[in-house]
């Protein structure tokens, strides 16, 4: 197999040398939100994925454990979460930390697959401008700045600065934020065309019976939502990522989508099911080799079957800050282990999210300290505008989600 590491595009391409077990291909997108055609984007061109879609199985509820790369990736390659790994920034290593745990592609090897993987930076494409529009472009009443990501990142760009906006609140100009939001559907529209030589070439080798794709993302992202841009959030938007499985034997060109919730944390344990190195469930700290998610082959067996299945309820996801206000030195979008004291767990079920955010100090949150809290109701509200969580009729509900959330992934 091979482990193939883009910057903007990472795959991890897993090539068999023994007989009869798949290779993999694994692609993850970065900050890939599902702006795509098979996520009914119409603004998206993004045909190759589309088609991949179309040959495999696709998951509307997918989701990432924190919408930053280095936290979400290693999650998503040891099945840890990000309080396992104490890794919620770029700058610490679980290995040396918490443990020497296995990785994804670490476990393939050790089962005789040959790893590769290849990482490289693109440029964005062409779209009209005229097409896009800012939805949802504000910051909702009611809602915490805990909550807030002051966009760092593009700040530092030397087209924003020359904007010379006021720091945290001031927006972007329209015509600057539709500017962004072409540019990141051109860049996608770019992956898109990679993704489709990618796949073109399998089918060259003659290597697509036997070979299972993978694509995903390892985190959502903000194009405006909120008065938001980039990651570093809690939102439905920074968290939700697409998930496509294409697998040899069903690629039948009709729609199998998958609309039970699942987690980034859940694709090691399903990768090695369906390379036949099934790993366990966690439940012993020490143990190198095992997962906190739960492997979703069931799911693709029901759909395979038509039929339904009892399945997790709910996905858990968590985003560190350094305080409550927005600010620059500790930067609250990425705040280093030692200045967080504020984390907010999330959980997303299929109506609802709830978020708290909890005061956290030597790598503990506690849970009597609740700082800020937020509800929201997806059933009328899927962009997050509307904050419930001290609405008297959501009383008995936020109880309820406070509970799970405070139990965590354990009781799903
Ligand atoms: C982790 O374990 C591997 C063997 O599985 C070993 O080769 C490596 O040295 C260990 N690393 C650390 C940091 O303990
Ligand atoms: C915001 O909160 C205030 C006071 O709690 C309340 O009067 C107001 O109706 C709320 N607004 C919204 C949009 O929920
Ligand atoms: C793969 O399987 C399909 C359907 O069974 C078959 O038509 C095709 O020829 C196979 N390709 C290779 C390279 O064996
Ligand atoms: C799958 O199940 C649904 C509802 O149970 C039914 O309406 C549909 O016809 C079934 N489709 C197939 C292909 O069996
Ligand atoms: C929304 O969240 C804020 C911050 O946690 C809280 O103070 C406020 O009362 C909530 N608003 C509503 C309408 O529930």
């Known amino acids: 197999m091979y482990l193939i590491i883009f910057r903007s595009f990472?795959?991890?391409l897993l090539i068999e040398k023994c007989k009869g077990r798949p290779n993999f291909i694994f692609i993850i997108v970065d900050d890939l939100r599902p702006a795509l055609g098979c996520y009914g984007d119409v603004n998206s061109w993004s045909p190759n994925i589309d088609n991949l879609a179309r040959n495999g199985f696709l998951f509307t509820q997918a989701y990432a454990q924190q919408s930053l790369c280095a936290p979400s990736r290693n999650s998503l390659l040891t099945s840890r979460r990000p309080d396992t790994l104490k890794l919620?920034?770029?700058?610490?290593?679980?290995?040396n930390t918490v443990g020497n745990f296995t990785?994804?592609?670490?476990?393939l090897k050790d089962n005789g697959y040959i790893t590769k993987s290849i990482g490289k930076i693109f440029h964005p494409d062409y779209h009209p401008i005229e097409k896009f529009k800012l939805h949802?472009?504000?910051?909702?009443?009611?809602?915490?700045?805990v909550a807030y990501n002051p966009w760092t990142d593009i700040r530092e760009r030397q087209d924003v600065e020359g904007l010379n906006?006021?720091?945290?609140?001031q927006k972007i100009p329209h015509y600057f934020g539709k500017k962004i939001v072409q540019s990141y559907y051109a860049a996608l529209s770019y992956i898109d065309d990679l993704v489709g030589q990618l796949l073109k070439?399998?089918?060259?080798?003659?290597l697509e019976n036997n070979t299972i794709i993978v694509l995903t993302s390892d985190h959502g992202w903000s194009l405006g939502q909120h008065?938001?841009?980039?990651?570093?959030?809690?939102?439905?938007v920074a968290l939700k990522v697409p998930l496509i499985i294409s697998l040899p034997n069903h690629r039948n060109n009709f729609d199998k989508n998958i609309n039970s919730i699942v987690e980034l944390v859940d694709i090691f344990p399903t990768i090695a099911e369906l390379a036949g190195c099934p790993i366990k469930s966690c439940t012993n700290s020490k143990d190198n080799l095992c997962s906190e998610g739960i492997s979703f082959v069931p799911l693709i067996n029901a759909n395979i079957k038509n039929q339904t299945i009892k399945w997790k309820q709910a996905a858990f996801s968590q985003y560190p800050r350094p305080g409550i206000e927005p600010t620059w030195h500790p930067n609250s979008d990425k705040p280093r282990l030692d200045e967080i004291k504020i984390m907010g767990y999330t959980l997303r079920t299929k109506h609802y999210r709830y978020t708290a955010w909890i005061k956290f100090k030597n790598k503990k949150a506690y849970w009597n300290k609740i700082l800020?809290?937020?509800?929201?109701?997806?059933?009328?509200?899927?962009?997050?505008?509307?904050?419930?969580s001290n609405d008297p009729m959501y009383k008995k509900l936020k109880t309820k989600l406070n509970t799970y959330l405070k139990n965590r992934w354990y009781n799903f």
Request: net charge negative; aromatic share 26%.
């Open 227 to 236: 008065s938001q841009w980039g990651k570093y959030s809690n939102f439905d």
């Open 103 to 107: 990785t994804l592609p670490q476990h």
């Open 88 to 95: 919620y920034d770029f700058y610490n290593y679980w290995r």
């Open 136 to 145: 949802n472009y504000y910051w909702p009443k009611n809602v915490s700045s």
């Open 10 to 12: 990472f795959l991890l």
């Open 201 to 206: 070439k399998i089918y060259t080798l003659n």
């Open 165 to 169: 906006l006021k720091f945290p609140w």
């Open 372 to 388: 800020a809290e937020e509800l929201y109701d997806h059933r009328h509200d899927p962009n997050e505008m509307s904050n419930y």
